[in-house]
């Protein structure tokens, strides 16, 4: 499996190798915004660049992955020992803190 692995990595940096651009252009370089041309902020202007919405969106993943680790626990939660219960409540503790600390930076707010 490990093999298939690595064989299918290999092949994706082989066959973009291959097909992917061979000129770098200006166009091809600029940074893409939804289809418009990129405004303010970026690199060499001078301006810090926004990085809100990325953080917002590294927090959605997080807190998206806390999901996958809460199914099994409640497909089979009749089933588990009593320590995987506060093995969960420490989960929680944890996400809770990580999310009183992002409130606490602001990262939520949209000014």
Avoid at 47 to 73: C, S
Wanted: aromatic letters at 16%; proline letters at 5%.
């Amino acid at each position: 499996m490990l093999l298939v692995a690595l064989g299918i990595g290999v092949l994706a940096v082989v066959v973009s190798a291959i097909l992917g651009p061979k000129k770098a252009t200006r166009i091809k370089l600029m940074a893409y915004e939804s289809g418009n041309d990129p405004e303010g902020g970026g690199v060499g202007t001078g301006q810090r660049f926004p990085v809100h919405f990325y953080l917002v969106a590294m927090l959605f993943i997080v807190f998206d992955i806390e999901t996958a680790f809460f199914y099994p626990l409640a497909v089979a939660y009749q089933k588990l020992i009593p320590f995987a219960f506060f093995e969960a409540i420490t989960f929680v503790a944890l996400l809770l803190v990580g999310y009183f600390y992002i409130l606490k930076k602001g990262v939520l707010e949209w000014n």
